[in-house]
């Protein structure tokens, strides 16, 4: 397992952007599928986006287009670029690991919300 620690939360107007970044502990995190997970108030955590280690990536259908999803793996850090965010992007935003043999890590969270 790794530990993953997120930043990059905050109060934004709708409209605006915000990059969260997940940096992981461990050289061996630049093998592991990374992704960005959300929950909202009463709702349940769901994914965002998700990169392999190749740098393959997919997207929440409610995301496509308006969210991306990088990584560095020098840097061992993952990172969500949010772009037009809107008062229904608000939640906590989690990070999450997966190894190659399946151990999994979540981060803390960060949280971030859209309002005027």
């Known amino acids: 397992q790794v530990q993953l620690v997120e930043s990059g939360g905050g109060l934004v107007q709708p409209g605006g952007s915000l990059r969260l970044s997940c940096a992981a502990s461990?050289?061996?995190?630049?093998?592991?599928?990374m992704a960005w997970y959300r929950q909202a108030p009463g709702k349940q955590r769901e994914l965002v986006a998700g990169?392999?280690?190749?740098?393959?990536?997919n997207y929440a259908e409610s995301v496509k287009g308006q969210f991306s999803i990088s990584r560095d793996n020098a840097k061992n850090t993952v990172y969500l670029q949010a772009n037009s965010l809107k008062p229904e992007d608000t939640a906590f935003y989690y990070c999450?690991?997966?190894?190659?043999?399946?151990?999994?890590?979540w981060g803390r969270g960060t949280q971030v919300t859209v309002s005027s």
């Open positions: 999450y690991a997966r190894s190659i043999i399946g151990g999994i890590s």
């Open positions: 990169i392999t280690s190749g740098g393959t990536t």
């Open positions: 461990g050289s061996a995190a630049s093998g592991y599928y």
